[in-house]
């Protein structure tokens, strides 16, 4: 089952030659995670959608409020029996209509959802190794802080990354500076300091980035900034780890000859988890 419009079927009545997601990428997505029946940090998520919508000059449907993407996300995972714990992803594509220009800039969506096997955040010592990949860069712009369905550089970093038996890759700008992981916002970890790039370097303007930044910050000891970080500095760190709203919180525990600890990143997970239980969710 899926929702179509809000509405949910089990069957998807699209023309895939008339389709602007399909055929020229115009789109935007949101992916949530669902825990006891609730939509974890639905508000960051709800304004991030709308201003993905704004730069790419959609017309948002008058009746798209928080509340109804909450309730729209929930009938389906409620109709699926996974609220408990689930992914779900929103897809927003404008209306079928022209080439590259498109004659009706309003847009539909489709909500698809599956069971998550964990409920609380949480990892484990397992080895996850990384590297740079340098095929294709991302560029330092507003469209690259967005989630459009543009993923051409995480998908041949995710093949490149199979190929060479590595967990993930992380990703440069045109400045050759590291912008993000393939699925998720960088951060790194040099004595009491705890950095991840800018916004402005091209990363994605993460949800979980901003809870990650806002409970480092109340972490006595443990100075969090935004600046540029150079791939040098990278086996200087004394950790790394990767964050998005599905896992949490993912160590790195090897690049290149440079191994690493977790001890901050396991800090965080504790709060976070905290944080969501007391449902004091930022």
């Given at each position: ?8 079927t ?9 389709n602007?997601?399909?055929l020229?990428g115009?789109?935007?997505f949101?992916?949530?995670?669902v825990?006891d029946g609730?939509v ?8 991030r959608?709308m ?12 009746y798209?409020?928080?509340e ?6 929930l ?10 714990s ?7 594509f404008?209306?079928?209509g022209?080439y590259?220009?498109p004659?009706?800039?309003?847009a539909?969506f ?5 069971a998550?096997?964990g ?12 590297d740079?990949?340098?095929d ?8 690259s802080?967005?989630k459009?369905i ?7 970093g ?6 060479n038996g590595?967990?993930?890759?992380l990703?440069?700008?045109d ?5 993000e992981a393939?699925n998720?916002?960088l951060?790194m970890v ?24 806002a ?10 900034e ?6 040098f ?7 790394l780890?990767?964050?998005n709203v599905?896992?949490?919180i993912?160590?790195?525990t090897r ?9 901050t990143?396991?800090a965080?997970l504790?709060k976070?988890n905290?944080q969501?239980?007391l449902?004091?969710l930022?």
């Open positions: 089952m899926i929702s179509y419009n809000g509405s949910i089990q069957s998807l009545d699209i023309n895939i030659q008339q602007r997601a399909f020229y115009d789109a935007v949101e992916t949530f995670k825990l609730k974890l940090f639905a508000e960051d998520h709800y304004f959608l201003a993905s919508m704004r730069i790419l000059r959609m017309e948002i449907p008058m798209f409020t928080m109804y993407m909450e309730k729209k996300v009938e389906l995972t409620d109709a699926l029996a996974i609220s408990a689930a992914r779900a992803r929103l897809t927003f404008r209306k079928p022209g590259y220009l004659t009706d800039k309003n539909e489709i909500i698809t959802a599956d998550l096997p409920a609380v955040y949480s990892f484990t010592d397992k080895e996850y190794e990384v740079l990949f340098k294709f860069y991302v560029t330092k712009q507003l469209l802080t967005i459009s543009n993923k051409a550089v995480q998908i041949t995710s093949i490149y990354a199979d190929e590595l967990h993930n890759c990703l440069l700008n400045e050759k500076n590291i912008t393939l998720g916002n951060f040099t004595g009491s300091k705890l950095v991840t790039p800018p916004v402005s370097d091209g990363c994605l303007n993460g949800i979980m980035r901003k809870q990650v930044l409970l480092a910050r109340k972490i006595e000891g443990l100075e969090a935004e600046r540029s970080v150079s791939p500095e990278l086996q200087k760190a004394d950790e780890f990767i964050t599905i896992k949490g993912q160590p790195v690049y290149r000859k440079k191994e690493y600890a977790n001890a990143a396991s965080l504790k976070l905290a969501i239980r449902g004091g930022i």
